[in-house]
């Protein structure tokens, strides 16, 4: 089947604008989950979203940035009034019945000007 | 805080020979641990996990060992191959969370 997918693979934007990235997880994977990664860098865990349950936030960097997932499947992340320091490729990934087990997307690399 | 890094950001290879990827991690409720294998422009890909209460696994061509002592996790890698070029993270969950906590990431460079 299918993995993972994200849109746009590329996105560049001016500083100050709301930009949104999209994350299809694997059909029937209940746990989704944000990151980002920056150039040479590891990766930064933004948000994680596990069935209906309230995601955990926890490591969203600023109140600009907020993620939403609808009925369970598609997931949004939204920056608003992007800042350069936001340029970065943002990964998705999703997991079943092995939770620790997380399959990613090829990401979205985000240059904001 | 909690956190898992990583030795050695770079490390170079001759193909054919054996690579060994370490990590060390500071958290000592973490029972569970994964490598993943990240080629240039796509995102990470599992190679191989491990639980607390083992100290050594083996997959193809790759092997884990967990040494809890020490809090020390390596990746052992064997004949490499160019193909093995790549960004190596290892990554954590503690226990009773289902959240993953990835270190910084060693390159592995293969010199053919």
């Known amino acids: 089947g299918a993995g993972v997918s994200q849109s746009p693979s590329n996105k560049v934007t001016e500083k100050g604008k709301d930009v949104e990235l999209r994350c299809d997880p694997i059909?029937?994977?209940?746990?989704l989950y944000w990151y980002r990664q920056s150039l040479g860098q590891g990766l930064e865990f933004l948000i994680y979203?596990?069935?209906?349950?309230?995601?955990?936030k926890s490591g969203l960097p600023s109140d600009r940035f907020s993620a939403e997932r609808t009925g369970g499947s598609v997931s949004t992340l939204t920056i608003q009034r992007t800042q350069q320091e936001d340029s970065a490729v943002y990964l998705c990934?999703?997991?079943?019945?092995?939770?620790?087990?997380?399959?990613f997307g090829p990401g979205t690399r985000l240059t904001v000007t | 805080g909690e956190s898992v890094g990583l030795h050695l950001p770079t490390l170079s290879v001759q193909e054919g020979d054996n690579s060994i990827i370490n990590c060390a991690y500071s958290?000592?409720?973490?029972?569970?641990f994964i490598w993943y294998k990240q080629e240039s422009g796509k995102g990470p890909q599992f190679i191989i996990d491990?639980?607390?209460?083992?100290d050594k696994r083996q997959g193809q061509r790759v092997t884990v060992l967990l040494n809890k002592t020490v809090k020390h996790l390596s990746l052992q890698i064997a004949a490499t191959q160019p193909g093995d070029s790549a960004v190596y993270f290892c990554?954590?969950?503690?226990?009773?969370?289902?959240?993953?906590?990835f270190g910084t990431g060693t390159k592995l460079q293969v010199i053919p």
């Open positions: 990934a999703s997991s079943s019945h092995r939770v620790y087990e997380q399959y």
């Open positions: 059909s029937g994977h209940t746990a």
């Open positions: 979203f596990q069935g209906n349950s309230a995601p955990d």
């Open positions: 958290n000592s409720a973490s029972d569970y």
């Open positions: 491990i639980r607390s209460n083992m």
């Open positions: 990554a954590e969950r503690a226990g009773g969370y289902q959240k993953v906590t």
